[in-house]
């Protein structure tokens, strides 16, 4: 947590009363509903008959051929997905081996078991609006005391312009949507890594990756090349997978 003299600074107001340990989670309860509800809100345009039309800015029709490939490569046993052998007409492209492909294992997956591709993709679309929501008011957690700030956090990254044109303006840039999910819970790991550094000893390491990332810097055989010889850096190689799948592709 913030120290309460930086808080005072930061505007971020008195500490919170002292509460009973019921009225403390009936408030968190309460907190944590109205932030789906929030992210509900953002979601509900999705849900109408057929799907969003972005072709004036973006492409959807792309979320449903991405999907379709995958739930076929996920049917077929193949993980991890690397090829969408129905893509340009039809010759086929490694399109999941360079784009970041999270969300596709999601609206994949759903449409692999049976829920039909439209009904996948919109429900991948609202869980990113939720999970967004939720990351946000995890982090702000650790800097309003006040419900109502947190909220008030909440309400602006959900509705903030760039996250809603991901899906409402651009149509197919759904990597880049769910990227929404991750920077909150960047600032909350970096925030707890500050206030106990000595339990995160590999901090330094996934600090660098996430430079790397942002200066989109993506030469394996240089990280090969270059790579320390420790045992964390298993650890590190580990994290640039994980990462490299999900967030590569909206490097900022």
Known sequence: ?????????LGCGDPTPVVSPTTASRYGTLTLTVVV???????????????????????????????????????HGIFPSRWMAHAAF??????????????????GGLTAIG??????????QTMGFILAALAMHLWSRRIYQSHSARLI?????????????NVYVRGDSLSE??????YPLILWSLDRVAERPARWPVVDKDTLLIQQIGAHQDD??????????????????YSHSILRMTTIPFSF
């Open 220 to 237: 394996e055989r240089t990280e090969q090349k270059d790579a320390p010889a420790d045992p964390s850096h298993r650890h590190f190689s």
């Open 90 to 107: 039809d010759l086929g492209y490694p399109f999941f081996n360079h784009y970041a492909a999270l969300p596709y294992y999601i609206s």
């Open 177 to 182: 949507f769910y990227a929404f999910i991750w």
């Open 1 to 9: 947590m913030i120290p309460g003299a930086k808080r005072a600074a």
């Open 37 to 75: 509800i929030f992210a509900l809100m953002a979601a509900a345009p999705l849900w109408g008959p057929g799907i969003i039309n972005t072709r004036g800015g973006g492409d959807s029709p792309f979320l449903i051929q991405r999907t379709l490939d995958l739930a076929d490569n996920l049917a």
């Open 153 to 165: 956090s909440v309400v602006a990254y959900t509705f903030a312009p760039f996250h809603l044109v």
């Open 115 to 124: 829920l039909n591709p439209l009904s996948a993709i919109q429900a991948t």
